[in-house]
């Protein structure tokens, strides 16, 4: 058993064991709230699915197609940068950045907050995964030039890391838990 395998059945025997840890910490008379009584049974079925959609889950998806659209498209570097194909491609990928750039931050941007600034905008709460998918977009143009097919730029990080996805999942999984146990 590899160190991952390892660690990945190790969190998922802490999750198994979470609601019984809840239960017997509340019995105990700690502040803690159990997953095993009436009100945590409702909380457990009605918010088991909420860990797939989780910032944790999106966020190792998001490394894992990255992973994939950087080694199958930019790799290697020194002749990725030779290539004038790959300076038109950087060109529109930083033309289209700065507009939208510039966009946010026009005043009466829709993407502004609502006191006009950036603090607590929109664009500053969606930029992070709008800077991820507008890189992953610019390696697959590259990389669909030189012919190499978009499912394997896509799937790469995800076939050389195939625990990394269930391992987020349980993860979320287990620190929602925790957040109910304790709020």
Request: glycine residues 6%; aromatic residues 14%.
């Amino acid at each position: 058993m590899s160190s991952n395998e390892r660690n990945f059945t190790i969190l998922l025997v802490l999750a198994a064991l979470l609601p019984f840890l809840s239960w017997v910490l509340s019995a105990l008379g700690a502040p803690c709230r159990s997953i095993l009584d009436e009100e945590g049974m409702r909380w457990l079925f009605r918010h088991a699915s909420d860990c797939l959609h989780s910032r944790l889950v999106m966020f190792a998806i998001c490394c894992l197609m990255m992973q994939g659209a950087i080694k199958e498209s930019l790799l290697p570097l020194g002749k990725t940068f030779r290539q004038p194909r790959f300076y038109r491609c950087l060109a529109v990928y930083a033309i289209v950045l700065v507009a939208i750039v510039l966009a946010a931050v026009w005043p009466g941007s829709p993407l502004l907050s609502i006191t006009g600034g950036l603090a607590g905008s929109p664009f500053l709460d969606g930029s992070l995964f709008l800077g991820w998918f507008s890189f992953i977009v610019f390696c697959l143009c590259y990389g669909h030039t030189s012919l190499k097919p978009w499912t394997r730029m896509l799937t790469y990080g995800i076939r050389s890391h195939p625990l990394a996805i269930p391992f987020a999942i349980v993860l979320s999984f287990c620190w929602q838990c925790l957040e109910y146990m304790c709020l």
